[in-house]
């Protein structure tokens, strides 16, 4: 069974800092990780080749330095990496890049049974490339699985609802992405890690893709940034300290004052 | 072609039940039809649209694009995105609503690569701009550190979706009417590449956090599982839900439902009590919209203090059973 996992190398938003002077991020010696999501469906892939054998190829579409996220999944058990990456692909957006990343896969030899992605990239938390990549390369789509086993004609999956779960049977070639709950990521392995340190990492740009040249980065995103700011904080609150009786005390009556109790 | 614009809603449904998110998108759907002057309406999808009718007029729905199909009964990707796509296709409306829910963001981004629009996920806020006659969708980004404000500037339509929670629900009055307009589709074409073989609700009703007024949550702070007892306390004496932070759900002290945050419940209460929460924006970006947030922490700087309205600075297992006490006293 040929699996793909579209990984995405994303800032450590836990460690991502706003300066309240300039609006902009504090990227500066904010590490680089895979995004959490993607490691689950990572294991996924894992599991399933564990069981059924194959080959897993994660891709990742990103600046040169996204070669370090592919070579840290090769490093837990993904047998190969493609990364994409050129000038020409910045400031994609979720329909460039679903765009860009289908090219890829239409680019593959062995024909691909199952694509997995992370639930959402924690940058964005748009959740939407995915589905994209799903309707261009042409495959039936499941988002938020869970469970994924193998049947006679493709999967039977697991899919996280708002109000439980649902259970599908679903053809093969597919798509899936993958939420937290599936799993957690295996460790890497002393043989792999030194194995992926050495290993071909194949660059794919525009010459390599061929795209249509007006659906890819900045010009072939539909959506654009008007402006950031940082998220307003309130500024007419109260701190009370002190003894708890005191301070419960306070706070009951300025409820009151305000009508919530 | 519609003569004159369209703002639409996608109510979406599931055997003949409208998720509450619907409600709430009209609710903001209006105020940006009445800003704009496109006109509001709803798109349902489903095996029997007429009983759901009332309610969508009754939000503010003008039209309803009403598509009935037995396979419309249930949400399934392939069939649902091929009729929005080709309704879209026919009558291009300027703005397009989802719910950010399973469906919603199954849906959405598929449409949008169907045709060539613009999505913006889980917008927090939706404004007209009417000098560029353009949706302004703004978003945190960066696990809530920065707001973004996202346009579509060239493509339509221009799409978003919203999370629960988020807008306000407000009905106009019990007996709204409007136009319906039977659009006429043929499934018949679509091969059938996934099927939905079983449905499970498993919501516990004891956590009802999307309609509770008051929720009071527990973090890491609490110190250990049985202390939810604690949190419960409070939550009963206010008649309130129990909500919780990730790491107590992740250290299994209590089940995921209970989870607000960004990978777990977004919630919009008149008070929020967190209680031993340090505030990572995770967790904000889950809580802040509520009306009136407490914060217990005994660090005075725990950046949850930045979103409260009311901070108490102290030891949690002192002043939870205090405010339990008080309120139960002012009952009696
Ligand atoms: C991709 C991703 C998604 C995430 N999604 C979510 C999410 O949806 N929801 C969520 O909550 N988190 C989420 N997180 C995790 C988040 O980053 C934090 O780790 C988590 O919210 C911390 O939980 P906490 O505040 O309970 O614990 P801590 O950060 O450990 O805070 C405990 C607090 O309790 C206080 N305290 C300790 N003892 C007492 C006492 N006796 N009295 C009073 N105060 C006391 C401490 O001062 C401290 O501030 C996510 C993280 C990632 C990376
Ligand atoms: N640049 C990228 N390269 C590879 N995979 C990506 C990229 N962007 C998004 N993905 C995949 O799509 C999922 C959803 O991302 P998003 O739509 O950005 O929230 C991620 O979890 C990844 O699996």
Same mark, same amino acid.
């Given at each position: 069974?040929?699996?793909?996992?579209?990984?995405?190398?994303?800032?450590?938003?836990?460690?991502?800092?706003?300066?309240?002077?300039?609006?902009?991020?504090?990227?500066?010696?904010?590490?680089?990780?895979?995004?959490?999501?993607?490691?689950?469906?990572?294991?996924?892939?894992?599991?399933?080749?564990?069981?059924?054998?194959?080959?897993?190829?994660?891709?990742?579409?990103?600046?040169?330095?996204?070669?370090?996220?592919?070579?840290?999944?090769?490093?837990?058990?993904?047998?190969?990496?493609?990364?994409?990456?050129?000038?020409?692909?910045?400031?994609?957006?979720?329909?460039?890049?679903?765009?860009?990343?289908?090219?890829?896969?239409?680019?593959?030899?062995?024909?691909?049974?199952?694509?997995?992605?992370?639930?959402?990239?924690?940058?964005?938390?748009?959740?939407?490339?995915?589905?994209?990549?799903?309707?261009?390369?042409?495959?039936?789509?499941?988002?938020?699985?869970?469970?994924?086993?193998?049947?006679?004609?493709?999967?039977?999956?697991?899919?996280?609802?708002?109000?439980?779960?649902?259970?599908?049977?679903?053809?093969?070639?597919?798509?899936?992405?993958?939420?937290?709950?599936?799993?957690?990521?295996?460790?890497?392995?002393?043989?792999?890690?030194?194995?992926?340190?050495?290993?071909?990492?194949?660059?794919?740009?525009?010459?390599?893709?061929?795209?249509?040249?007006?659906?890819?980065?900045?010009?072939?995103?539909?959506?654009?940034?008007?402006?950031?700011?940082?998220?307003?904080?309130?500024?007419?609150?109260?701190?009370?300290?002190?003894?708890?009786?005191?301070?419960?005390?306070?706070?009951?009556?300025?409820?009151?004052?305000?009508?919530?109790? | 072609?519609?003569?004159?614009?369209?703002?639409?809603?996608?109510?979406?449904?599931?055997?003949?039940?409208?998720?509450?998110?619907?409600?709430?998108?009209?609710?903001?759907?209006?105020?940006?039809?009445?800003?704009?002057?496109?006109?509001?309406?709803?798109?349902?999808?489903?095996?029997?649209?007429?009983?759901?009718?009332?309610?969508?007029?009754?939000?503010?729905?003008?039209?309803?694009?009403?598509?009935?199909?037995?396979?419309?009964?249930?949400?399934?990707?392939?069939?649902?995105?091929?009729?929005?796509?080709?309704?879209?296709?026919?009558?291009?409306?300027?703005?397009?609503?989802?719910?950010?829910?399973?469906?919603?963001?199954?849906?959405?981004?598929?449409?949008? +690569?169907?045709?060539?629009?613009?999505?913006?996920?889980?917008?927090?806020?939706?404004?007209?701009?009417?000098?560029?006659?353009?949706?302004?969708?703004?978003?945190?980004?960066?696990?809530?550190?920065?707001?973004?404000?996202?346009?579509?500037?060239?493509?339509?339509?221009?799409?978003?979706?919203?999370?629960?929670? *988020?807008?306000?629900?407000?009905?106009?009055?019990?007996?709204?009417?409007?136009? *319906?307009?039977?659009?006429? +589709?043929?499934?018949?074409?679509?091969?059938?590449?996934?099927?939905?073989?079983?449905?499970? +609700?498993?919501?516990?009703?004891?956590?009802?956090?999307?309609?509770?007024?008051?929720?009071?949550?527990?973090?890491?702070?609490?110190?250990?599982?049985?202390?939810?007892?604690?949190?419960?306390?409070?939550?009963?004496?206010?008649?309130?839900?129990?909500?919780?932070?990730?790491?107590?759900?992740?250290?299994?002290?209590?089940?995921?439902?209970?989870?607000?945050?960004?990978?777990?419940?977004?919630?919009?209460?008149?008070?929020?009590?967190?209680?031993?929460?340090?505030?990572?924006?995770?967790?904000?970006?889950?809580?802040?919209?509520?009306?009136?947030?407490?914060?217990?922490?005994?660090?005075?700087?725990?950046?949850?203090?930045?979103?409260?309205?009311?901070?108490?600075?102290?030891?949690?297992?002192?002043?939870?059973?205090?405010?339990?006490?008080?309120?139960?006293?002012?009952?009696?």
């Amino acid at each position: 069974m040929n699996i793909v996992v579209c990984i995405k190398q994303v800032p450590d938003s836990d460690k991502v800092t706003i300066d309240r002077e300039t609006n902009r991020l504090n990227r500066a010696g904010v590490p680089s990780i895979i995004n959490p999501f993607d490691e689950n469906a990572l294991e996924m892939a894992l599991q399933l080749k564990d069981k059924h054998g194959g080959k897993i190829t994660v891709i990742s579409m990103g600046p040169p330095q996204a070669e370090e996220a592919l070579r840290t999944a090769l490093s837990h058990g993904a047998d190969e990496a493609i990364l994409i990456s050129d000038r020409k692909f910045g400031g994609a957006d979720t329909w460039a890049t679903s765009y860009t990343i289908t090219l890829a896969l239409k680019k593959l030899t062995d024909p691909v049974d199952l694509i997995l992605f992370g639930k959402q990239a924690i940058d964005g938390d748009t959740a939407q490339v995915g589905p994209g990549v799903a309707h261009f390369y042409g495959v039936p789509m499941i988002t938020y699985a869970k469970a994924c086993e193998v049947t006679d004609k493709g999967f039977r999956v697991q899919q996280v609802t708002d109000h439980g779960y649902n259970v599908w049977d679903v053809e093969k070639p597919a798509a899936l992405t993958v939420v937290k709950e599936a799993n957690s990521l295996r460790m890497p392995s002393l043989k792999k890690k030194m194995a992926a340190k050495k290993a071909e990492i194949p660059v794919w740009g525009v010459e390599q893709l061929q795209p249509d040249e007006t659906k890819i980065g900045l010009n072939g995103s539909p959506t654009k940034v008007n402006k950031v700011f940082a998220p307003p904080v309130k500024l007419n609150k109260e701190i009370l300290s002190g003894e708890p009786a005191d301070m419960v005390k306070e706070l009951i009556f300025k409820l009151r004052e305000k009508k919530v109790l | 072609m519609s003569t004159k614009k369209e703002i639409w809603v996608y109510a979406e449904q599931e055997n003949g039940k409208q998720a509450g998110v619907v409600f709430e998108l009209l609710s903001e759907g209006r105020k940006l039809a009445a800003k704009s002057g496109f006109t509001l309406c709803a798109v349902l999808a489903s095996a029997n649209g007429k009983p759901m009718h009332q309610e969508l007029f009754n939000y503010g729905a003008k039209k309803i694009y009403n598509i009935e199909d037995p396979k419309l009964d249930t949400y399934q990707n392939d069939y649902c995105s091929k009729v929005m796509a080709d309704l879209i296709k026919a009558q291009n409306p300027e703005i397009v609503l989802y719910g950010a829910s399973t469906i919603g963001r199954s849906l959405a981004p598929t449409v949008a +690569v169907m045709g060539w629009a613009g999505l913006t996920a889980d917008c927090t806020e939706l404004d007209f701009d009417t000098e560029r006659g353009i949706l302004l969708q703004t978003r945190p980004a960066f696990g809530g550190n920065i707001m973004a404000t996202i346009i579509c500037p060239d493509h339509r339509p221009q799409m978003s979706t919203v999370r629960s929670n *988020v807008f306000k629900k407000e009905r106009v009055s019990e007996h709204e009417t409007g136009e *319906v307009v039977d659009v006429k +589709v043929d499934l018949s074409g679509i091969k059938e590449r996934m099927k939905r073989v079983e449905s499970v +609700v498993e919501e516990i009703n004891t956590v009802d956090l999307k309609a509770a007024d008051y929720i009071v949550s527990g973090g890491r702070g609490i110190g250990a599982p049985e202390n939810f007892k604690v949190i419960e306390g409070l939550a009963g004496a206010l008649g309130g839900a129990v909500g919780a932070s990730r790491a107590t759900v992740d250290a299994g002290w209590i089940s995921h439902h209970h989870q607000v945050g960004q990978t777990g419940k977004t919630v919009c209460p008149l008070v929020y009590v967190a209680c031993g929460i340090s505030g990572a924006i995770q967790h904000l970006a889950g809580m802040q919209s509520a009306d009136l947030i407490i914060a217990i922490n005994k660090d005075r700087d725990a950046p949850i203090f930045d979103v409260a309205d009311f901070g108490l600075v102290g030891d949690l297992h002192q002043i939870v059973p205090e405010f339990t006490k008080q309120i139960n006293a002012l009952k009696s």
